[in-house]
C-alpha cells in the first residue's frame, strides 16, 4: 500500500493540468504552421523548443572556455 500511494503522489508531478489563457491569433497561426492535432500538442512542441533554445544559449555561453581534448576523438 505504502509503494502505491507513493507512485500516485509522483504521477501528479509528471503529468499537470493547468488552465492558461493564450492568444487566439498566435494559437490559430501555430496550429496552421503545426502538424499538430490538438492546442496541447502545440503548447508541448513550443515548452520542448524553448528548453532546447535556452539549453543551446548556455552551451554557447561556453564556446571558447571550455579545452577539447583532441586526442578523446581517436
Do not use: P
Not at 18 to 37: C, F, G, H, P, V
Amino acid at each position: 500500500m505504502f509503494f502505491k500511494s507513493k507512485c500516485v503522489y509522483l504521477l501528479k508531478f509528471i503529468h499537470m493540468r493547468t488552465n492558461i489563457d493564450i492568444d487566439e491569433t498566435l494559437m490559430s497561426k501555430a496550429q496552421k504552421l503545426s502538424n499538430a492535432k490538438t492546442k496541447k500538442a502545440i503548447v508541448e512542441e513550443a515548452l520542448r523548443l524553448y528548453v532546447t533554445i535556452e539549453n543551446q544559449k548556455k552551451l554557447m555561453d561556453l564556446w571558447g572556455k571550455v579545452a577539447i581534448d583532441d586526442k578523446a576523438y581517436e
